[in-house]
């Protein structure tokens, strides 16, 4: 098999994209059907291994290299980002769970890091020697950021972080931890930095966790660990703008993973009614099935076209991030209840455990909650509306 099938061609070729992002999507897209075998061979090992080693495979691949290198062919911007999970999720979640997670606690550095951080941590991180992870949430902080309670205390030499992050993905197997604690410039959202951490540093423990969809995932706990002036991203009290900004440049990514796991689903689907006989013909005759089927792809085009649009936005230097929220949004719903009715076409045999219906169906449920809570993301947008623009328009009473 050696045509593009993770993505609709035709959406590829709108004005949205460049011909650098058509031949990058055909060349990941082969080199995934390529790892076939060696992703089914890992499913056999711990959650927590089969990242590293698919971020081992990543690096050794050039997928990582956007860490590190500014003068690619394709630029690292937000469409190739978007590209790249659509792509990745379509073969398999954990490989576009590490990348994404490897690709957002990057970023950090490569956004606010200073030449030597970037120096000293970027190269090994795009040859997927180093593993980063993000430590946001805290149990009693979510969508909330201002309300993060782990203490950065400053002393001699440095900070002293005691507390504790919740639902930290890769945090189990992270050499580098990017951390937003709180060091107190002011109250509220401005009294929080960004660090990064040394996850073997004395006083860091990871309890993993199980989940849902399988993971790496887990509660770390910080005891009076260190961490030296050279290790602060930023500037001191700057961690609040950090957090939303990579949270917003990472959202639409998120919709674009959940279109992946959707068009999985809906070719799954699609193959299942075109073969099974039923009623003397095939499940794909019947009205209803078709009536399926063309919903799960007015979604799918529908999911596809608000994400274009936000990474487009992004890359263009306009406005964001209330497209970032839409798309995803709409994409992670859509995308539930295309899984949802994937199953409900293979009937008893969507539900056999350990079937790819079943994998995509465990997988789907998180994203809407991840990077922004649907429910957070409707408040961003319905607060973003432009009342403006109407409260004067006689002609609308």
Same mark, same amino acid.
């Given at each position: ?164 992050? @919740?639902? $930290? #993905? =890769?945090?189990?197997? +992270?050499?580098?931890? *990017?951390?937003?604690? %709180? ?82 689903? @809906?070719? $799954? #689907? =699609?193959?299942?009614? +075109?073969?099974?006989? *039923?009623?003397?013909? %095939? ?115």
């Amino acid at each position: 098999m050696n045509q593009c099938i993770s993505h609709d061609l035709t959406l590829l070729s709108l004005p949205f994209f460049t011909p650098g992002h058509q031949q990058y999507v055909h060349e990941l897209d082969r080199w995934c059907q390529q790892q076939h075998e060696t992703l089914l061979s890992l499913r056999h090992r711990p959650v927590a291994e089969q990242s590293r080693q698919m971020l081992h495979l990543l690096g050794q691949g050039g997928w990582l290299k956007h860490l590190n290198t500014p003068d690619l062919p394709v630029p690292n911007d937000a469409r190739r980002m978007c590209l790249s999970r659509q792509t990745l999720a379509y073969f398999d979640d954990l490989l576009d769970f590490s990348w994404s997670i490897q690709s957002l606690s990057a970023s950090v550095i490569q956004r606010y890091g200073n030449e030597a951080q970037r120096r000293d941590y970027l190269p090994a991180l795009a040859h997927g020697e180093r593993i980063a992870a993000f430590a946001l949430s805290e149990l009693q902080a979510g969508t909330d950021i201002a309300a993060l309670t782990l203490e950065a205390q400053r002393c001699e030499g440095g900070w002293l972080l005691n507390g504790d992050k @919740a639902w $930290i #993905a =890769l945090g189990d197997i +992270a050499s580098d931890i *990017i951390v937003i604690a %709180r060091t107190g410039e002011g109250p509220g959202p401005l009294g929080l930095s960004a660090f990064i951490v040394d996850a073997v540093a004395g006083g860091v423990s990871a309890r993993p966790l199980d989940a849902v969809a399988p993971r790496s995932w887990s509660h770390l706990h910080f005891d009076n660990v260190r961490v030296s002036p050279e290790n602060l991203l930023g500037q001191p009290g700057q961690g609040f703008i950090i957090a939303l900004d990579i949270l917003d440049r990472f959202r639409m990514t998120v919709a674009s993973a959940a279109i992946g796991f959707a068009r999985r689903a @809906a070719d $799954i #689907a =699609l193959r299942h009614a +075109a073969q099974r006989k *039923i009623y003397r013909g %095939r499940l794909l005759d019947l009205q209803l099935t078709q009536a399926t089927l063309a919903k799960m792809e007015v979604s799918l085009s529908a999911a596809s076209l608000l994400t274009a649009r936000a990474a487009w936005q992004h890359d263009d230097d306009r406005p964001f991030a209330r497209e970032s929220a839409a798309a995803k949004y709409f994409a992670c719903e859509q995308a539930c209840k295309i899984v949802d009715a994937a199953l409900q076409l293979l009937g008893a045999a969507g539900v056999v455990a350990g079937s790819q219906l079943e994998r995509l169906y465990r997988q789907i449920r998180p994203l809407r909650i991840y990077e922004g809570a649907s429910e957070a993301l409707l408040m961003n947008i319905a607060s973003a509306l432009d009342t403006q623009r109407v409260i004067n328009r006689e002609d609308l009473s």
